[in-house]
């Protein structure tokens, strides 16, 4: 899902705060924005659940169906990329805000904000 999005380095009093740049920023955020999926563009099943909490947050859940699973071995939520992933088993990976920023497992990305 990544980009070739270049950051531009802001120094103090040298990085010209321009409409190139500025617009640049707003681009991104507008393709970030379409691209993100709605809640309900995901599939529901296979014991892996969707819902929205009180605060209008996705909250994801899973049943023990999906850790019985042949092609799924378990779930973990982690607050880091695992370096050396379970083969099978999928990763929620939690930013450090503790929201989910990205889904893995067997080394891709199927899923990140």
Do not use: H, R
Request: glycine share 6%; net charge negative.
């Amino acid at each position: 899902m990544k980009n070739s999005y270049k950051k531009t380095k802001w120094v103090d009093n040298k990085t010209p705060v321009c409409a190139q740049n500025l617009n640049k920023i707003e681009n991104a955020l507008s393709e970030i924005y379409e691209k993100c999926p709605e809640k309900d563009s995901f599939k529901e099943g296979n014991g892996i659940l969707f819902d929205n909490d009180n605060e209008g947050n996705t909250v994801i859940g899973v049943d023990s169906t999906v850790l019985t699973s042949i092609t799924c071995t378990g779930i973990e939520v982690v607050t880091e990329e695992p370096l050396n992933p379970i083969k099978n088993k999928m990763y929620f990976v939690l930013n450090q805000d503790m929201y989910l920023s990205k889904v893995q497992m067997n080394g891709i990305t199927l899923f990140e904000i």
